[in-house]
Nanobody
Framework: QVQLVESGGGSVQAGGSLRLVCATS????????MAWFRQAPGKEREGVAG????????YYADSVKGRFTGSQDNAKNTLYLDMNNLKPEDTAMYYC?????????????????????WGQGTRVTVSS
């Protein structure tokens, strides 16, 4: 059974940093599509960072490039999102998503429809 559990959210002031963690189980991280998404109140869910775990290449949304870094620890079956220089507009619920045994093009990594499995989310609040 595939499970994704996010943690690490919280409240910070603008300019601060957080590290989100997605612990996974039920499949191998050796060759999968994985991503971080976020959803602010009243807005659609949007992809912020996607990774093909087979080659480790990460693709970022323009809104977070240079501030967010996605990474993985295959030994721990864990995905990370390091968020720096946070802005109030980064406030949202953040979700981890996985599509096991897949390789995704850059154009599909940040699409909601690419993913079958989702975590429950972790909330990030950035105050000005």
């Amino acid at each position: 059974q595939v499970q994704l559990v996010e943690s690490g959210g919280g409240s910070v002031q603008a300019g601060g940093s957080l590290r989100l963690v997605c612990a996974t189980s039920g499949y191998s991280n050796s060759n999968n599509c994985m991503a971080w998404f976020r959803q602010a109140p009243g807005k659609e869910r949007e992809g912020v960072a996607g990774i093909n775990t087979g080659d480790g290449r990460t693709y970022y949304a323009d809104s977070v490039k240079g501030r967010f870094t996605g990474s993985q620890d295959n030994a721990k079956n864990t995905l990370y999102l390091d968020m720096n220089n946070l802005k109030p507009e980064d406030t949202a619920m953040y979700y981890c998503a996985a599509q096991p045994s897949s390789w995704c093009s850059y154009s599909s990594l940040l699409r909601v429809s690419t993913y079958t499995y989702w975590g429950q989310g972790t909330r990030v609040t950035v105050s000005s």
